[in-house]
T-cell receptor, first 114, second 114 residues
Framework: NAGVMQNPRHLVRRRGQEARLRCSPM?????VYWYRQLPEEGLKFMVY????????ESGMPKERFSAEFPKEGPSILRIQQVVRGDSAAYFC????????????FGPGTRLLVL | KQEVTQIPAALSVPEGENLVLNCSFT??????LQWFRQDPGKGLTSLLL?????REQTSGRLNASLDKSSGRSTLYIAASQPGDSATYLC?????????????FGTGTQLKVEL
């Protein structure tokens, strides 16, 4: 059973471009969480999704950021018109689908905005 | 708003020492508490999970305790080894309407020297 997969592992974008980060949960997991780790800071919750539904997006910036988890395919975190402050490590975690289950983390995508 | 604090921020010890990492949280209404390990440039590995009804959990040389009423947890590492060098993160799961959003501390960076 492969773990949580994220791609790309490293992404470089220039200011104003779009960044798309992908997360494939563990097999059988239908719940996905996205977290962001800014330089010298702890991980911060961004969004929690189930298949085709956003359950909690209280940690998402109001503008430029969006997330989806379609019925088929990976979860996507999309950042439009990136700025230098978006440079961070973005981690995805998945859980089987029941409340309070352990989350399994992917290796992260390191985004660098030039 | 839940806040999680970890002390110390960094720790350097000689190989073989027993050590204690501290974690405190401001809101005791948690479902569980987890300790993670993060290696440079890598994802997170779950080490121990303590349910709110439990007092401690053990795995090999690791022992984690939880005092929910006082908002504290400790991670005890026995007979430290150079391979234990990493950043250790504490995270709490809050009792929310759904899912298990994690709130992380900023971590303790541990270096075990030969």
């Amino acid at each position: 059973n492969a773990g949580v997969m994220q791609n790309p592992r490293h992404l470089v974008r220039r200011r104003g471009q779009e960044a798309r980060l992908r997360c494939s949960p563990m097999k059988g997991h239908s719940h996905v969480y996205w977290y962001r780790q800014l330089p010298e800071e702890g991980l911060k919750f961004m969004v929690y999704l189930q298949k085709e539904n956003i359950i909690d997006e209280s940690g998402m910036p109001k503008e430029r950021f969006s997330a989806e988890f379609p019925k088929e395919g990976p979860s996507i975190l999309r950042i439009q018109q990136v700025v230098r402050g978006d440079s961070a490590a973005y981690f995805c975690a998945s859980s089987p689908g029941q409340d309070q289950e352990t989350q399994y983390f992917g290796p992260g995508t390191r985004l660098l905005v030039l | 708003k839940q806040e999680v604090t970890q002390i110390p921020a960094a720790l350097s010890v000689p190989e073989g020492e027993n050590l204690v990492l501290n974690c405190s949280f401001t809101d005791s209404a948690i479902y569980n508490l987890q300790w993670f390990r993060q290696d440079p440039g890598k994802g997170l590995t779950s080490l121990l999970l303590i349910q709110s009804s439990q007092r401690e959990q053990t795995s090999g040389r690791l022992n984690a305790s939880l005092d929910k009423s006082s908002g504290r947890s400790t991670l005890y590492i026995a007979a430290s080894q150079p391979g234990d060098s990493a950043t250790y993160l504490c995270a709490v799961t809050e009792l929310t309407g759904g899912g298990n959003k994690l709130t992380f501390g900023t971590g303790t960076q541990l270096k075990v020297e030969l």
